[in-house]
């Protein structure tokens, strides 16, 4: 991804804390990219709001707490 290597290049480090959010394991083996780029389910839409929240507030958690707060606050929810 290029934009890792930016980032990358100018840090001169990959050694720099980084968000990361999943897109869960509900699909078959190679089918990641079909799974990510496809459409969203009915009960996922429904979800959607309350995620994008959580989201926005873990970015905030990192920024103004740290990277091990917001760990602690925010995995596996």
């Keep these: 991804h290029n934009g890792l290597k930016d980032i990358q290049q100018v840090l001169q480090t990959v050694d720099y804390p980084r968000l990361r959010f999943g897109v869960g394991a509900n699909f078959s083996t190679g089918k990641q990219v079909d799974y ?42």
């Design 36 to 77: 990510v780029l496809g459409d969203w389910q009915a009960d996922e839409l429904k979800q959607l709001n309350e995620r994008i929240e959580k989201a926005g507030e873990a970015i905030i958690s990192f920024g103004t707490d740290g990277l091990n707060n917001a760990m602690n606050n925010f995995n596996n929810k």
